[in-house]
């Protein structure tokens, strides 16, 4: 729409953006040619997303090991179940896509290479079997029941109040359900352990997509020149160290190759120039500060899936139709799995994905992808 003001000329000499922003990011803000947006890289992806937090000391009661496959995850809540009456698997999950094990059936991102070309996760037939997975442990009592109206804060109030046994849980919520469950028992324990590994060793969770932030221009802007040699000049370490921590010895020390801060810190009114071009670094130090890192560091082994479609550039039937698209996947896969829905009609939801946008947004981001991957 001529928006956006095309940076191309203006990032020819920027060799601080260029050590920031990794090559293949670029990708997400080219279009014909041309690059519309600064991509900040995304710092979070060194803390990962989402893990199965678990009472591992009720693993150890049951004298069992950690579960890895799903027939380990099926005998563990099995126990579970009939030897502390809890509620073995509970999630909040209105669209049915209970992380962890999603992965387990290669549905833990909704857009995937398969067999060189771009296919939705969520309609191909390994989505049938993992809805029949589902559907086996909200069957036998192993997946809670309320898991299509479960909030997050009724997710963490059954974990604390050891109504169930394990659940996806981010690492940032972690921190607080830990908290208060070590308040109310001291002795126990909640860890993430790998998510399931399923029939063709498939198995993960989906990690943060490559780009934090787009920073663009109006196109009528009368001071291109001047915003871009600014970022250019944020993005410049010794800049960057001084926006983000202050000065040495006032607000930070060097100790055993970390930065640590001091009380003076706080107190920096910069600070908050350093969201322009926040680096894993900076963000690494405040996940450790602020108690993170104990449950971030546990987590990110496990979120080995990436989004592949958060490489490409914005495509239009992909940008127009997500939300449409997303509204067809709950309107059938919570239904399947409870049983509301027959997985007989899974070729009708398949063809409603397809009725309402979702063969378009294929061929857009395969046309894409034949470019991307060749």
């Not at 953006?17 to 710092?43: F, H, K, M, S």
């Not at 191909?124 to 109206?149: H, Q, R, S, T």
């Not at 990436?306 to 309107?331: G, S």
Request: aromatic share 12%; with cysteine; proline share 6%.
């Amino acid at each position: 729409q001529g928006a956006l003001a095309r940076l191309d000329e203006y990032l020819a000499d920027t060799p601080n953006l260029d050590r920031l922003v990794p090559e293949d990011t670029w990708g997400a803000v080219t279009w014909d040619g041309g690059r519309y947006a600064v991509p900040i890289p995304q710092n979070q992806r060194i803390a990962g997303t989402d893990g199965i937090f678990v009472r591992t000391d009720w693993i150890e009661e049951l004298g069992m090991d950690r579960p890895e496959t799903l027939d380990e995850y099926d005998q563990l809540m099995q126990r579970l179940k009939k030897e502390k009456g809890v509620i073995p698997l509970t999630a909040a999950a209105p669209n049915g896509l209970i992380q962890g094990f999603t992965g387990a059936f290669g549905l833990g991102t909704a857009y995937k290479a398969k067999d060189d070309k771009i296919v939705c996760s969520y309609i191909e037939p390994e989505a049938k079997e993992y809805l029949a997975y589902m559907n086996k442990l909200y069957k036998e009592g192993l997946l809670d029941a309320e898991f299509p109206v479960n909030k997050s804060g009724n997710v963490q109030e059954k974990m604390v109040s050891e109504r169930a046994a394990m659940a996806p849980i981010g690492w940032w919520a972690a921190l607080p359900i830990d908290k208060n469950f070590q308040k109310l028992n001291p002795e126990g324990k909640l860890e993430y352990v790998k998510p399931p590994v399923g029939p063709r060793g498939e198995w993960g969770v989906a990690n943060h997509g490559p780009v934090r932030t787009f920073l663009v221009i109006p196109a009528e802007s009368r001071r291109i020149k001047e915003a871009v040699e600014f970022l250019e000049f944020m993005a410049d370490p010794e800049v960057y160290n001084y926006v983000s921590f202050g000065e040495e010895g006032v607000h930070y020390y060097e100790q055993d190759g970390e930065k640590i801060l001091t009380e003076e810190y706080e107190n920096r009114r910069w600070q908050i120039y350093y969201t322009l071009v926040d680096t894993q670094e900076g963000f690494a130090i405040r996940l450790r500060d602020k108690g993170f890192k104990l449950y971030s560091d546990q987590v990110v082994p496990y979120c080995v899936l990436e989004h592949i479609d958060a490489y490409a550039p914005p495509l239009p039937e992909l940008m127009d139709r997500t939300a449409e698209l997303n509204e067809v996947i709950e309107e059938y896969y919570a239904r399947f799995i409870t049983g509301d829905l027959s997985l007989d009609r899974f070729d009708d939801f398949v063809r409603q994905w397809r009725r309402r946008g979702g063969d378009k947004v294929l061929e857009e981001l395969n046309e894409w992808y034949e470019e991307f991957a060749g």
